[in-house]
């Protein structure tokens, strides 16, 4: 319970008929008291004016889960984004900061142009500063001032030009930065290590009762968040990461015996992987985190590339950066040399024991060519679909602090635009893909043996 | 009524509690009695087995309102798309045709491609065919056999292998040349005047008491088909779009008060040439169908245009194929010479007008470049994103006929796959713009006027 | 005869024995006395320390005529462009400036960069100002200051951020300017108008005995500047020319009797097209201004038409800008409305005339898809191998400039870069396809007919 | 001397005035007496017909050095290709086999695709096969027919639907196999080790006195082959290099001390390094096998690193594969681990390398993104400019087969085609970049350290 009665840990739920439950976001008038409002500016803004209700209805809400039987229970449901009546904020009062943190994805610049933009030209916002290099630029390094101006090109470049680092939180410093620079609204754009950063930030300031809104934009190239439908830059890397499985097949199909080994993001989550596998076709194995695989043995994967090099004379193989991690821990702990850094990389560690295995066994000579494009991937500028959908992400958030909200994400669900706690996402698992009905098909469409059931002997041989 | 007494022309309605109601497709048991049915191939594919609750619940309806208030009624549902646990076609029977009609189209490959492989290696279905240029290849044309190995590359090609034409539907000589060539499924790829065809197509069958299966999956790279979020190759269109105007506005910024004008599709709604504004941020100005624009005087476009030339000096106006329709028509029915054919096409017109008056009045003078990107743009192959769409389509349209549901749509409500009767895409008007508030977001964007009330005075002038 | 007692119309010539003649490039010191010089910066640049013979010995020439036999008189041969010992400028004396006019072409911006940092780090000159919008700039704008800061990313956006402009040049007020600006290098970038320009320029600051250095880099994306091997941005431009070549062929591919048109650059010589069609092998008819042809009879283009659809069921055709303007002519003369302004295109008037021909005909349905990328190809930024050689241009222009050559032009013969008199280029035709065995080649790929042999009475009939 | 009175390890060499040499290619009738010669058939074919002098004068040749001063000998010429007045080939009985060996190159299959179009379509030869992968195709493996339609569209394929292959040359059985097979051109693509091959092939076949012709096309992505301008397939690596590099950069500015490192092709030369970096500008060091250079110690590379990052925040380094060869085989031979085999490659020993001296250091905290995009750069299709360059140089090997020379290369000299003795491509060293100035305009452009002169303390640590 924070001083206001209200425990900042608690969801806001509330409950309606026929199993309606609304997951709601906090609100800065949940623990300041009498806040005064004030129309918002886009009532007199021309652009807006001739489209009728522009402005979302207070009690929009977005359903969850919509695949229903005739008499299922409503569910949840998350409050719809979107430009109320009226706001929080005086305009000429914001003081907005935004701050990138993690790795790199296509859109980050998007997002930033966009919450710059939003503020400025649908509220009149002119105060915009950028945090320098994630989290610690809060405290260890200068901001910089933006405006459309500065932002203008920048959604056609890769990267972030604010910079960004992985770590560095130290939540009262931070708290104190902002209070010190008299910032009142923080716009935060990283993955869920992050969003677990926004969400102690947001409760240290809820703590100390400042007029401060919290917005995150969930990031993440791998696309493991939870609830939402995808995260910005995921098609711009699907897309890009057909290059590289394009280049791996045509080195496998021009010598005998060739292998195109690719390896994508992925570290918890293989949807890059199977995204890719399916949109190119070209994919005869596709190994993600969420299925586990072993090498040796019936049924292993040795013995399913011999058997496809048989077939056809080629293979292509995608791998997830975080599939086989138990096979790679295990086989490094075995010995000890500086070289072996590398092979915590599982791409370089699966290119040499398929090497090692089919040199030792001598029956079949096979060339192998492996193919990493991880970062040719992240660093390039978004396409058009995820242009358009990192600028409406990020007026979302813009309006949802606007209009007061604070410890929420802006997140898509079901393809609408709409505000979701920041606990939910932290505190749920990351999404996987292995329950999904997606996965089948990616394993109708390569043909690929499941994996699933190592041969005993075998197991011991790998354990 | 036919006479298996059920009218063919009513929506198969099922109601239920709240307000629930699902609009049900026809399916083969509808109008014929006794069908067998058999189990699904599916259950014995490896791929498959691995994934939990793979068979979708026949119960499984996706609701088509999501943004909903805590005591809104449920209302309109449909039928979930997907592999059923039973089919109503034994694989060997099966004997499948599928037809391209209309524009091309950004993923038509990626779907026939995808309707062949699925009901190859999904269900074991090894008799396809396709039918050459559009309906009237049904009776005027040899058909062509199709395999996986035909289709193998043809997703990474533009256009239709199948080759297409507009027009040229005969429902009597279809059908007769279906029951004469014993097919038994009809997978029908086109625009809604092409989904016209495959519902009268449809309810002749019905008609004689055919046990053939009509699917249809919506084609339109303007993405105005009603229900469903959005068309296949509309992503690829707005991201090649992208090109267009970036050399427009390169032309335009590199001379002194240059124009640079792009023409793209959209003859009844401007999807493409809003996204692509959206994705753009480059752009000053869009005009689409579905919002009347004026030239002259006050508030009127060449006000505009010479506005925004003294602010930047230069300007890129993106304009739909179906704007401005009425001064056109209007412009062009004064004079009548061979050249004026080509004054149909807007951006022609539009380039000669604003030419002309610019050099009538004589203060400013002005450079414009028009680029027409259109067959550049529908000619294209599929994006990866776009190709895992087209993918699903053609599965979902597969395991529809499979399961023996007939005039229906394999169409996407809310990002689930879904089966819509044919009369509910083919009955409604088609999708527009205005009403949406992406309009609002895109008018923001731009900063353009609303160009919608033009001075009495002018009006005149112009007419 | 200048006061000087040198002519500046008059050819610089150098005889030597066995028929070798160099045209060499006038030197500030052929009419000013005693100019001092000075060592070259470069001889303390620790870069070019480290390789041999890194300044180009006065002596090196380039040869014209590589094919030669065995008793072949040597020839012309031009200067060898490069550093040279010493200087005739002291650096911190420079005041250089660049002006751009003509249409835009990949690699501008590049030209313009180079000029910037090669004055700048090789030569350590900081004063470099930018005209803006070609000729006209020099007495109607304001110039910009260029810095390599300023520069820096340009070479990656196409068109110029100079601006340029058409015509505007007035000799006189230009070299009114460039003294009231104390400007004693002159860096003009365009096509043989613009050089002609820069001629004048030359002439008149020689009459005037002024110490201005003035330097052509020739641009013109239709290459067809004599002498040189090709202009910069040609690379580029046939690059970005397979795009509309490839989507033509896919519409053209698509329906029964599909004609694909795309019309390419060149006003004077076919260059583009000529290779653009080599480089894709999917065009079945190239027409260029060197080569006519006629439309109807025997041996005419409809009957080639006719053919092809008739063998292939398919066609594309190339057409550049000014190829068949004697038809065009002749076809507009004999009516007269405003959408005729349009017909003045050929790729326009020729997609109607092929429409109608078989429209009228009725023995064939065609449909053609018009595909103009004009303005797409322009507007690109240069590609690597453009970008490699306009910074060697830009370079030899500025080392030429430093070491007092002027009236020159920095051109490739022969693969080596050279400084070419002004005269040689503005006084000689332009370069055209049709006497190369390259156009030989062409033909042969396509096996389309010469065109060559009207019927007499079709020769009357379009006569 | 062979048993013809010709020394076949011999250079044909005809002396002429004024220093003129021309270093002439073996032709078949040095050794075969009496041979019949046929009018070329391009003499009737109307595509040739129409350009004047279409056939090359017997006595034309070009020149290699043609920077010269004014009394320079004329020195060396090679043949000029291009088709002759008369061929020493009926058509009908020419039996042609192609080969590619090697690794991937882009070009490879458009070399292909117009030997077998230009035999075709120029001389009316119907028979060509293809060898499968490599030399050692010749006797393990099938051959496959080559027909104008089966190579229709693979020039807009990457890799080599020849499939390759290193080594497995065995020259008798080659030569064995040509006599079994009865063919009597034989076409080899590769690089230097091939066209030993070739060369030894060529020998071979001349002492059993065959007649056979042996054309070589010279393959090397790296550039490295003596005499040529360049390789095909050379420009479209630099391009997609150009990826690489602005994804390197986009990682390094999007951190604090951020490094961006990328693996280039180049075993013994660093062109594609070279060319890369002037074209990116994006690049702070290009390190290449031909310029060593030192890590520790003053002048070093670590310390120029920490300059950089000081300067800038940021840098981007290009190393050649090649490079630094002693640095990583000393590094190596003091541990001895599995994982050392990743080592050899100076990409991933020189990331970890640089991390490890940071980290020891202790002062900079630095991020290094590592990128190798090798078969990503290798497996792309050619560009329009290496298709037109591909097309040429097979073009030529055809007509200098089938005018009966033999032991030859197709190369580009100074610009234009020639024929050149496979000796002089074999028995000379490769093409390096150091001494050539080009290598002096990218250490000005990077402004790097020459990294010459290891202080010897350091030298010492490092050995």
New interface residues.
Partial sequence: MDSNGVDEHQMKL?E???G?V?EDVPHLSDYIHDLPTYPNPLQS??????????FV?E?????EK??????SP?GT?FR?A?PRQKVYFKPADVRACIVTCGG?CPGLNTVI?EIV?GLH??YGVTEVIGVD?GFRGFYSKNTVTLTPKVV?DI?K????IL???RGGHDTSKIVDNIQDREINQVYIIGGDGTQKGASAIYKEIRRRGLKVAVAGIPKTIDNDIPVI?KSFGF?TA??E????I???H??A????NGI?LVKLMGRYSGFIAM??T????DVDCCLIPE?PFYLEGKGGLYEFIAKRLRENGHMVIVIAEGAGQDLVAESIEK?????????KDVG?WMS?KIK?HFAKQGKMEITL?????T??I???PA???D??YS??LA?SAVHGAMAGYTGFISGLV???HTYIPLNRITERQNKVV????M???M???T????F?NPPKETTEATN
């Fill in positions: 509330v309606g008929a026929a309606y609304l803004n021309a652009a807006y004016s001739v489209v009728r209700q522009y209805d009690d929009d809400t977005v359903m919509i695949v229903v039987h005739q008499d409503r449901h719809r979107g790199l142009r933009c030209f649908m290099c203008s959604h470049r890769g990267g972030t910079g960004t680092s439908d098609d699907v897309e990461a057909q290059r590289a394009n280049a791996a045509v080195e199909t021009s010598v005998e195109g995204y890719a399916l949109a190119s076709r299925s010995q000890d040399a500086s070289g072996n850094k590398l092979l370089l040499l090692e060519k492996y193919i990493d494009p970062y040719m992240r660093a390039i396409n058009a679909s242009n358009v600028t409406l007026q079901n393809g609408r292995i329950t999904d009905r996965w089948a098909r394993l109708s469409s043909n690929q043996p499941s699933m």
